[in-house]
């Protein structure tokens, strides 16, 4: 992989703003594991490899049960996942993958009937980071440490 440009030292004040949007999602009303459910799915979709092991780490490390972890590309076909849970990760898909349609309707309808408003503004903000990170980590070639 060829060696990129660092954006965090070329342009620190830029990181400090999306550390700033990390430190609200880690202050937010967000659970622990809606919140590394988002970051995981959402890195998968997107095959950020960094992404991906960092919040694996993170959510075993808060409690995640592995066996979810490993399923979670398949989260459709199980039942190991709450009905709250299913619509966050539906959330997180259809705003991930926001060129084929975008966060639909009916998502959003059952997102309305689960959570209050602030919270659904937290899901939606929650996703949103992961994407940008997802981008800058796979734009600048960011390695998984061994």
Known sequence: MEKRI?????????YEI????????????LSKTHLELIKIRASQLNGCAFCIDMHTKEALKNGENA?????????KETELFSEEEKVILAITEEITLIHLHGLSTNTYQQAEKLFDKNYLAQIIMAVVTINAWNRISISTNKKVES
């Open 67 to 75: 066996r979810r972890i490993f399923l979670l590309n398949a989260w």
């Open 18 to 29: 999306m550390f700033g949007l990390e430190n609200y999602l880690q202050n937010s009303k």
């Open 6 to 14: 660092n954006i965090q030292q070329l342009e620190p004040q830029a």
